[in-house]
């Protein structure tokens, strides 16, 4: 099991002479309730080659109909390696650093993964687990885009524990004597992005692997839980045609991730806060009368103003609470609608644009309670913690072929 848990990708790049600041779009699940933003980038990007044309942002998802817009992303795909604007640059990993605006530096290392390795089953002893309860019905969706795609370009990261800091630091340290393959600003207020390829990968692989020396939970899941579960109902419904020579030969077994240390110091965990839209008063009385505990919190509404609720505290049980409440009042209530959100700020702007509506700010997690809590084999409630705010989230760089 442990030597084919993680693999040197043959990792696709934008082709020299494209501009990457164009190139490059957040993840298609931020800024979902803010359509200005992709109606920006939109005004950015023109023609030029972008990820914007590979993916499905999701604040599309109630304008677009959804097989067109899928098949013209094939379409897009398919020009895209034709006209030879994706490059192979190897077998091999990628340093990456990363600056925000919040942050002056955050490392990562894109790595491809076994998804023979990773399940997202919350009883699961797997090396690669998910970090929140998966939503089955958000899969096919996602499916149908990537069941005729030709290439895997993700905004995954996985999350290890490496409190020593023995993998991807001592990589940044050297970084001046690995080729440089892109150093770029990123658009929308992203910060900076630089990448470093490395070819010589097997002592990295190496030293991952110590780690399970220790624990049977090697990464889980902190961005993009459902995009990987949709790589594993892809990969399961091919290696149904394959024999066990092909399967460990197929593109589409291996799944391109970026890896973080949980304990970078350039990786924070911040709150996702929910967003009620379409609700009654009964909704915040409910809500009030089932919550009890000596943490304060707020809702913000249109009508009310800023309302105090208490929480137990800052752990995944609260998360649990809300959301448990949440979920009963959307069956009874079929016309309301959750939303996740980013940042107090735009929560409470969103809040201030409907009536009818309660903004709910949640706690945040700490990181090293969230790994041991994942360690135990249970999962957190769905969106209980981001790793930083929404322009931090990783933009659509790498890809890799899956057919």
């Not at 096919?140 to 630091?169: C, G, M, Q, T, Y």
Request: hydrophobic share 40%.
């Amino acid at each position: 099991m442990a030597d084919s848990v993680i693999i040197a990708p043959q990792i696709l790049l934008p082709r020299k002479g494209i501009d990457l600041t164009k190139f490059a779009v957040i993840a298609c699940d931020q800024f979902t309730s803010q359509i200005d933003y992709w109606n920006s980038l939109e005004t950015i990007i023109k023609d030029e080659p972008s990820s914007l044309r590979l993916i499905f942002p999701e604040a599309y998802l109630s304008l677009v109909n959804h097989d067109s817009y899928i098949n013209q992303i094939n379409k897009n795909i398919d020009a895209y390696l034709k006209q030879g604007l994706l490059e192979s640059q190897g077998s091999g990993f990628i340093l990456v650093v990363r600056s925000t605006p919040f942050q002056p530096k955050r490392l990562g290392l894109v790595i491809a993964i076994d998804l023979e390795q990773y399940s997202y089953d919350p009883q699961t002893r797997a090396p690669i687990r998910a970090s929140e309860a998966t939503i089955v019905e958000r899969i096919p969706p996602r499916l149908k885009i990537r069941e005729n795609a030709s290439i895997e370009i993700p905004h995954v990261i996985v999350l290890f524990d490496d409190k020593a800091r023995d993998i991807i630091e001592p990589l940044y340290e050297k970084r001046q004597q690995i080729p440089l393959v892109y150093d770029f600003d990123l658009n929308q207020n992203g910060g900076h992005l630089s990448g470093y390829f490395i070819k010589d990968t097997e002592p990295i692989i190496a030293s991952f692997m110590k780690l399970l020396d220790r624990s049977s939970l090697l990464f889980v899941v902190g961005d993009g839980n459902h995009s990987l579960a949709t790589a594993k109902v892809h990969w399961n419904n091919i290696k149904m045609n394959l024999s066990i020579a092909e399967q460990q030969k197929h593109p589409a077994r291996y799944s391109l991730v970026e890896a973080v240390n949980i304990y970078d110091e350039g990786l924070d965990f911040e709150p996702i806060h929910r967003f009620v839209n379409h609700a009654d008063k009964d909704f915040l009385r409910g809500l009030i009368s089932n919550l009890t505990g000596p943490k304060t919190s707020y809702v913000y509404s249109k009508s009310d103003g800023k309302i105090p609720i208490y929480l137990p505290d800052s752990s995944p049980k609260s998360y649990k609470m809300v959301q448990a409440y949440i979920d009963g009042y959307l069956k009874t209530h079929p016309r309301a609608e959750v939303d996740y959100i980013h940042g107090e700020k735009d929560l409470i702007k969103i809040a201030t644009m409907h009536k009818d509506s309660y903004a709910i700010v949640m706690p945040s997690l700490t990181k090293e309670a969230v790994f041991a809590y994942l360690e135990q084999g249970v999962v957190l409630p769905r969106k209980a913690f981001s790793m930083g705010h929404a322009v931090e989230k990783r933009y659509y760089l790498e890809s890799k072929l899956i057919k």
